[in-house]
């Protein structure tokens, strides 16, 4: 490890742009050799989830839906931000997943795992991504979506979902992809009841 590095300290701060979604965080920053780096800006989300649902017959469930960044059809995993309403139920990013798995799916899991944590992207994002296996998944009733989203819901083989991944035939945000790959793992290792 290199001793040398060192965080760099923050002269001034303001936030810059805020709405529901987002909040710019504006920098003015020296750094340990005394360079000035200033405006850095910083995206203050929330932290997020994902979760990668496995039904009783080994399939997982992914969704298909529009992301305007891309301005494309996307498959990928149940994810959404922690909200208020988790912190108040205690373990917050268990309680997105649970949230989060029941509105854009309208599926319940009795077990939820928790895979790994991760950063979005620690040079200019300030939250984490934690990543969920949700296992003992029954149906309780319809998806609830939010205003604007439509969620178009799959079910597939893990083994061939991460074939198509590596042959380039899908491409997904790199947070799903790194929880599909820790839940193709964690699976490896154990017997999980119920599955062939």
């Not at 300290?9 to 340990?32: F, H, N, P």
């Not at 995206?43 to 009783?56: E, G």
């Not at 989060?100 to 895979?115: I, M, N, P, Q």
């Not at 979005?120 to 949700?134: F, I, Q, R």
Request: hydrophobic letters at 40%; one cysteine or more.
């Amino acid at each position: 490890m290199n001793d040398d590095l060192k965080p760099w300290s923050v002269t001034a701060s303001r936030i810059t742009y805020e709405d529901r979604w987002i909040r710019l965080r504006s920098d003015d920053c020296l750094t340990a050799d005394g360079t000035v780096v200033a405006p850095f800006h910083v995206l203050d989300y929330p932290d997020w989830i994902n979760v990668v649902p496995l039904m009783p017959d080994g399939r997982v469930l992914l969704t298909r839906e529009y992301r305007h960044g891309r301005n494309e059809i996307v498959l990928g995993l149940v994810g959404g931000g922690v909200e208020p309403s988790d912190i108040e139920a205690g373990d917050a990013a268990m309680a997105a997943a649970r949230r989060e798995l029941r509105e854009e799916t309208g599926y319940e899991a009795s077990t939820f795992v928790k895979l790994l944590a991760s950063y979005p992207n620690a040079s200019s994002h300030s939250n984490m991504v934690t990543s969920w296996l949700a296992l003992g998944l029954s149906r309780a009733g319809e998806p609830c979506f939010d205003p604007g989203e439509k969620v178009e819901l799959l079910f597939t083989d893990l083994a061939v979902i991460l074939d198509d991944i590596k042959s380039g035939t899908v491409i997904m945000q790199s947070m799903h992809v790194a929880a599909l790959y820790a839940a193709e793992s964690w699976l490896r290792t154990r017997d999980v009841e119920g599955l062939k």
